[in-house]
C-alpha cells in the first residue's frame, strides 16, 4: 500500500536535487578537518545561527548531549521543561554520559517563565546540592505540539540566567519552524543561547545530521567531545552537502509545512469523534486526541486505511506534516480521519 506517511517529519526522504548535491560533493577526511564540504556546512550554519562557530554532528541527540557535557561538570543540574526532548527521549543520557541531573519542571505549552524557574536555582552556599548550570529551552516544542517559545519570554530567560551566572542551551531541533512561523530570524533566536543544536535532517529534508553551534572555545571543545564519543567520521562531506542543500533549500518551504497542519487540524476540529486544541497548532505538528477509541487501535485503523500517524503524549494521537506529503495527500488524511471518527 502507499501510505500517507504523518508519522514525524523525520521519514522525508533525499529529493533528486539533494541527491545530485551529495553525489558531487567533494570530500577529504574530516577527523583531519580536511573535508571541504563539512567545513562548507559548519561555516554557512554559524553564519545562520550568528554564532562563531558550529559542528555537524550525527543528529539531535548528540548535539544536545555534546552540548550539555561542555556547558556542565558531573553533578551539575539542567532546568528544563517536563516534557522537553532531553528529558523524555534522550535514554537517560546526562546521567550516563556527564554525570548530571535534569530538573523537570511543568510549564505551559513547553514554556516556562523566569518567575517558575528562579525558586528552584540551588543556592551557592548549599554544598550539599547539585548545582544550577544550564537553563534549557526547546523551540518549537515537540511533546507541546510544535509550540513557539515566545521570544519575549526567552528574552527574559536569558536575563535570568545571567542574573545567576547560568548558561542557556536551545534545543532548536526544530528552530527553523519556528523562525518561519514568526519571521524571527534564527540568529535573533540563536543570540540568547550560549549553545544550539538544530536539525537538519527533520522538516529540512536532509537524511542525517545536526549542527551544533556556539563560540569558538566551545565548539573546540565539542569537537574532542564528539571523537570521544565516536562521532567523529571520516568523508562525511556526503551527508555534509546533503545538510547544506537543506539549509539553503528547505527553509522558506515549512510554510507549506504549517499551512498543511493549519488545514489537517481545522478539519480534526470538526470530526465529532476526535478533540483538538487549535491554540497549539502553531507549525507543523498536530496533536489531537480520539474520544471513543483507545489510541492503539486508532493507530490500526487508520493504517488500514492509508494513513500512518503516531502515539503522542498519553491518550493523544500525532501527526506532522513535511515535503513528502502535499496537499493533496493531507486532504486525503482528513478524508480517512472523518470515514474512522466522523
Ligand atoms: C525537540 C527534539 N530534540 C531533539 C531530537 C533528537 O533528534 P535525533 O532524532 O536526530 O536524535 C528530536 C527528535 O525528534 C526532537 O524532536
Not at 504523518?6 to 577529504?28: F, H
Not at 517536563?82 to 523537570?104: T, V, W
Request: net charge negative; aromatic share 6%.
Amino acid at each position: 500500500m502507499n501510505y500517507i506517511d504523518l508519522r514525524s517529519d523525520t521519514v522525508t526522504k533525499p529529493s533528486n536535487e539533494m541527491r545530485k548535491a551529495i553525489y558531487e560533493a567533494e570530500v577529504g577526511d574530516d577527523v583531519f578537518q580536511e573535508d571541504p564540504s563539512v567545513n562548507s556546512l559548519q561555516k554557512y550554519a554559524a553564519e545562520l545561527l550568528g554564532k562563531e562557530a558550529a559542528l555537524f554532528v550525527s543528529s539531535g541527540v548528540m548535539g544536545n548531549q555534546i552540548c550539555l557535557n561542555v556547558l556542565t561538570n558531573p553533578r551539575d543540574e539542567v532546568i528544563c521543561e517536563k516534557d522537553c526532548h532531553i528529558f523524555n527521549y534522550e535514554s537517560g543520557s546526562p546521567a550516563a554520559l556527564s554525570g548530571i541531573q535534569l530538573l523537570p519542571l511543568d510549564g505551559k505549552n513547553g514554556v516556562l517563565t523566569p518567575e517558575q524557574i528562579e525558586p528552584y536555582i540551588r543556592p551557592e552556599s548549599a554544598y550539599y546540592m547539585p548545582t544550577t548550570k544550564v537553563i534549557e529551552v526547546e523551540n518549537t516544542h515537540n511533546r507541546a505540539g510544535g509550540t513557539i517559545h515566545p521570544i519575549e519570554n526567552i528574552k527574559a530567560l536569558n536575563a535570568l540566567a545571567r542574573k545567576h551566572n547560568l548558561y542557556m542551551h536551545l534545543d532548536g531541533a526544530r528552530i527553523w519552524n519556528a523562525s518561519v512561523a514568526t519571521d524571527i530570524p534564527v540568529n535573533e533566536y540563536a543570540a540568547y543561547f550560549d549553545t544550539v543544536s538544530c536539525c537538519l535532517s527533520k522538516g529540512l529534508g536532509a537524511p542525517v545530521g545536526s549542527i551544533i553551534a556556539g563560540d569558538k572555545h566551545f565548539i573546540d571543545e565539542a569537537f574532542k567531545v564528539r571523537k570521544a564519543w565516536g562521532g567523529g567520521m571520516r568523508q562525511v562531506g556526503l551527508l555534509a552537502a546533503a545538510g547544506l542543500y537543506a539549509l539553503k533549500n528547505n527553509i522558506a518551504r515549512l510554510a507549506e509545512d504549517h499551512e498543511k497542519a493549519k488545514m489537517l487540524a481545522e478539519a480534526i476540529d470538526r470530526i465529532p469523534g476526535l478533540e483538538i486544541d487549535l491554540e497549539r497548532v502553531q507549525t507543523n505538528i498536530i496533536i489531537f486526541k480520539p474520544l471513543n477509541t483507545p489510541v492503539e487501535t486508532a493507530l490500526q485503523k487508520c493504517k488500514e486505511k492509508g494513513l500512518l500517524i503516531s502515539m503522542g503524549n498519553v491518550g493523544f494521537l500525532r501527526a506532522v506534516t513535511h515535503l513528502d506529503v502535499s496537499f493533496e495527500e493531507a486532504k486525503k488524511a482528513v478524508n480517512i480521519l472523518e470515514e474512522i471518527f466522523g
